[in-house]
């Protein structure tokens, strides 16, 4: 019987659908295991080979795992609101959903005929009204909260206006803006209900302020830094300006130090928690005040070495800071202004990487310095960024290698606070060290002793005090786009009003056109129905407003981390239109116990996830602070690119061999145009543009060979590798063991469309396996298909499939799943050779094999005529006694050339083996009667006969 996967494969996937085989239940005795995907955002492109890497190695775990006995969640759905959506919509007219829609179905083909054991039943969307409905509900709650230091965590708003009630702010410890005003019971009461709005707003989680932020003209929308490569849009390469616009915010910054401790009691990535360690970036150190000469100003520095405060020379702020356009002078405000408009068009990301680039301009002002009354000057420099501690440094370029190029390179002071102190790197650094001179209290003490005695001065004297700081600045939470989440904000007299939960969700309106509007509202200022009526709680008409009962809707939509910093919650109780997650289903999961999904999120998603979840956890609607026990970072399937070699000035090719010594432009050529030997096929090549019709191609030995080279897979590369062709040629198993097979799951590797066939090849010969059953002959009472001796098997079969055992368990708890794919690979040959026929031992086999090719196990399973799906299999249980060596075999020597091979039982004395041996039929043979000189005999190892 021939192996036909498509066949097999298109049965097995309509067997799992209609059976809902992987359906997980809420309520079991089983123990749960959560097994997740980072959800995709389903781009017009589809899947390629490199996307379901993760995917699969999820897959096997959570089919492990069903093997284990466990209750397994692996769910999946679609990040489903984004940018390329709205931008092919702005081009066509088309409305995102439609092509939304279109794109998840080509996702949900591709990932069903790859082999999945998802739970569709769960699936989630973040743009269906049903979710996010929930996401709306989440920013309610985070409006109508307040974090409380005292006692570390959040709280409803009410237990803070019962403060203010009481005693006014003065003794509120709360995490909220640097501006609030103090009042007391009595003045808090006498506010007007605007006032206290505003003084509410600068307290809640969620809230408006004016932000700098990252504008893309092009876009019509704020991006955040990671959405930013090289000053320009990630989408679309797009220039971005630094720019000053009211938005929703998030105070994450008020889990700045949790979110820090948290990490200790995850088992994520090392290398992820680092990264996240240094965005949140904890410092320790001060805060200090200089006062503006002739002005009624003050600049706050928050600096970690407040003890080398006599070394201050100099000031930077921000080009974006407050008080530039305030304290610059006549005579220096066309330099200063030609400065910010240059610096507002770099992103923060690129004013950070830039270490060699020294720019700045004076102010024409100076400050004062707080203990010796010298004037110090003020500049500007994009080095300093207003986003980051107070958008001001106190430069000490005798202690800073930045300060001191500042200085240099435009001739400013350069005192030395260290003369005749060691003050190398490792000294600077050391906090015991005497590492501080020439200051009236300072001289002589260690970097402790000194940062104490410093702070304690400024505190004493009223310009400073201790601090601790963190480079996390609050999440912009606003994009002015079409395609997000609305938001569930009415406004009244300016300020912003919640709309109940139990009017939610607030569906995206119909707009004609998906950008902003000719006086630059976002899109949604192009709907004619927007705006809130509370007295029938529903969307009216625009004309209605009337500013009683009729007020204007919020414009911006949510970005997209919105939907998904909370989805994985929604899974475990997917269809629940009464609440976001019910507690006996949250109660149950818990939280996700592997999470697999890429590192590059690592400052996006997974951080602010882990804020949302937090603040949940607060609130008592979620039982744990941490989504995700485990997470793994699969590396990334690399394509290998095709280039053409375009000489300059020409349109004539030349092949790789002949353009040494030439100037020549390399150009991507499709792959699907290039043979497995590198040659180009040039008329397809030719047709595949206009630019190129009329091209010349330069061969060499009748052939144009194309350079290789070895890229990230992407459609902008032309080297994207269709699974579906993969799924077609070769099967979704073997696509599934190859992509195992590459390398480690957290390693980067080049895909090669050859070398799958090998793995192709295993299948075939794991199929031959089972010939031997004949799948014809109905099954008789009594035996397994006509086979008495079905379960009989020899040492050598039960050896074979018990290391097998051992070693994909092994390998699969430790996630090497690569290894198993070769373990499996040395059993069929081992099985084969040993001709193998034993149901005992090839039906555990093909339960080690499910999880890696689930397709091919399930046909052989129900062909050994189980009725379950394989997947209901409990998982072979190793026994160490098939490995223990009972017997050795013996090289039998004579005059030390081995003649023959003999297996005798290892507890046999020398006596013994030698009585054995001497009667051997071989033995005899090869002494043609002689009687031997001696006898060598070590147990265990060597036999030889002296003759």
């Not at 006599?310 to 006549?330: C, D, N, Q, R, W």
């Not at 602010?608 to 026990?629: H, I, N, S």
């Not at 590198?678 to 060979?705: C, H, I, M, P, Q």
């Amino acid at each position: 019987m021939q192996y036909n996967h498509q066949e097999i494969e298109k049965k097995w996937q309509e067997y799992w659908a209609k059976n809902q085989t992987f359906k997980a239940s809420n309520n079991s005795d089983k123990p749960k295991y959560y097994v997740l995907d980072m959800f995709p955002y389903p781009s017009g492109a589809g899947l390629h080979v490199g996307h379901p890497l993760g995917y699969i190695a999820s897959d096997i775990y959570a089919r492990y795992k069903r093997h284990k006995g466990f209750n397994v969640l692996h769910p999946q759905g679609y990040d489903s609101f984004g940018l390329p959506a709205e931008q092919y919509a702005i081009q066509t007219g088309q409305h995102p959903a439609i092509t939304t829609e279109t794109n998840i179905t080509t996702y949900r083909r591709q990932l069903d005929q790859i082999g999945f054991s998802f739970d569709w039943s769960r699936e989630v969307r973040t743009s269906n009204p049903e979710y996010y409905k929930w996401t709306q509900w989440i920013f309610i709650q985070l409006f109508n909260s307040w974090y409380n230091k005292d006692t570390d965590k959040a709280e409803d708003v009410s237990t803070l206006v019962e403060k203010f009630e009481a005693e006014g702010n003065a003794y509120v410890n709360a995490v909220c803006d640097e501006d609030v005003i103090s009042f007391t019971a009595e003045e808090w009461k006498n506010f007007s209900s605007t006032k206290q709005q505003e003084i509410l707003l600068q307290y809640r989680l969620t809230f408006l302020s004016d932000t700098e932020v990252n504008w893309c003209p092009a876009l019509g929308t704020v991006l955040a830094n990671d959405e930013i490569v090289n000053g320009v849009s990630e989408r679309g390469g797009h220039p971005v300006v630094r720019k000053k616009m009211t938005q929703w915010s998030m105070r994450i910054s008020a889990y700045a130090q949790r979110l820090l401790d948290g990490l200790n009691g995850i088992d994520w990535p090392q290398p992820l928690k680092d990264i996240q360690t240094n965005w949140i970036g904890r410092s320790q150190g001060a805060m200090v005040s200089f006062n503006v000469d002739g002005h009624d100003a003050k600049i706050d520095v928050f600096t970690t070495r407040p003890d080398t405060i006599y070394g201050v020379s100099f000031m930077t702020l921000a080009p974006e800071h407050e008080l530039v356009a305030k304290i610059t002078t006549a005579n220096q405000k066309e330099a200063v202004e030609a400065y910010v408009e240059a610096t507002a068009k770099r992103s923060e990301r690129d004013r950070m990487a830039d270490v060699k680039t020294i720019s700045g301009v004076f102010t024409g002002a100076y400050a004062i310095h707080p203990f010796s009354g010298k004037q110090v000057p003020i500049w500007i420099g994009d080095y300093v960024l207003a986003s980051y501690g107070t958008g001001a440094v106190m430069a000490v370029p005798c202690g800073d290698q930045r300060d001191y190029d500042f200085a240099n390179h435009f001739g400013l002071e350069i005192p030395n606070i260290f003369e005749g102190v060691d003050i190398s790197e490792e000294a600077f650094a050391d906090k015991e060290k005497t590492v501080i001179a020439n200051s009236d209290f300072l001289n002589g003490l260690s970097y402790k002793k000194a940062m104490k005695t410093v702070i304690y001065e400024m505190e004493q004297r009223g310009f400073g005090y201790g601090k601790i700081n963190y480079r996390l600045r609050d999440a912009v939470f606003s994009r002015q786009r079409y395609w997000g989440e609305p938001f569930p904000v009415y406004y009244k007299d300016g300020m912003p009003q919640m709309i109940a939960s139990e009017h939610l969700p607030i569906v995206l309106p119909e707009v004609e056109k998906y950008l902003p509007t000719e006086d630059g509202k976002p899109p949604l200022g192009n709907a004619d129905i927007w705006a809130w009526d509370t007295t029938t709680n529903t969307v009216v008409a625009n004309d209605k407003i009337d500013n009683e009962t009729i007020f204007p809707l919020e414009l911006n939509t949510m970005p997209g981390w919105a939907g998904s910093s909370w989805y994985f919650n929604r899974y475990m109780d997917a269809s629940n239109n009464g609440e976001f997650v019910s507690k006996e289903a949250v109660e149950y999961w818990k939280e996700v116990d592997l999470y697999i999904g890429g590192s590059e999120h690592a400052t996006g998603h997974l951080l602010y996830a882990r804020f949302w979840q937090k603040f949940l956890f607060d609130r008592g609607f979620l039982p744990v602070d941490e989504f995700a026990k485990k997470l793994i970072n699969q590396g990334m399937i690399l394509g290998t690119s095709a280039f053409v070699y375009r000489e300059e000035g020409t349109n004539t090719f030349l092949s790789k061999g002949l353009i040494e010594g030439k100037q020549v432009q390399p150009i991507h050529a499709d792959v699907s145009f290039v043979n497995s030997s590198d040659e180009l096929d040039v008329e397809a090549f030719k047709n595949w543009r206009e630019e190129f019709k009329t091209a010349e191609f330069v061969l060499e030995d009748g052939k144009y060979v194309v350079g290789r080279e070895v890229e990230k897979m992407s459609k902008s590369k032309f080297n994207v590798v269709n699974p579906d062709n993969i799924c077609a040629e070769f099967g979704a198993d073997s696509l599934r063991l190859f992509e195992m097979f590459l390398g480690p799951l957290e390693q980067f590797k080049p895909w090669k469309t050859s070398g799958i066939s090998g793995v192709y090849s295993f299948l075939k010969k794991l199929w031959k396996l089972y010939d031997h059953f004949d799948y014809n002959t109905p099954k008789p009472e009594g035996e397994f298909m006509g086979l008495e001796v079905e379960y009989e098997f020899t040492n050598e079969n039960a050896k074979t499939l018990h290391k097998t055992i051992k070693k994909v368990e092994e390998d699969i708890e430790n996630f090497s799943f690569n290894t198993s794919v070769s373990t499996f690979m040395i059993a069929v040959n081992e099985l084969t050779a040993q001709k193998c026929k034993s149901r005992a031992i090839l039906e555990p086999l093909l339960v080690l094999i499910s999880p890696y090719a689930p397709h091919i196990t399930e046909e052989l399973w129900s062909k050994l005529g189980n009725s379950e799906s394989i997947s209901t299999a409990p998982f072979p249980k190793f026994e160490e006694k098939y490995l223990v060596e009972s017997e050795k075999e013996y090289p039998v020597s004579f005059n030390g050339k081995m003649r023959f091979k003999l297996n005798l039982p290892l507890d046999m004395s020398k006596e013994e083996i030698e009585k054995v041996v001497m009667a051997h039929e071989r033995t005899q043979q090869q002494l043609q009667g002689r009687e031997p000189k001696k006898v060598i005999i070590v147990p265990g190892k060597i036999i030889n006969i002296v003759g």
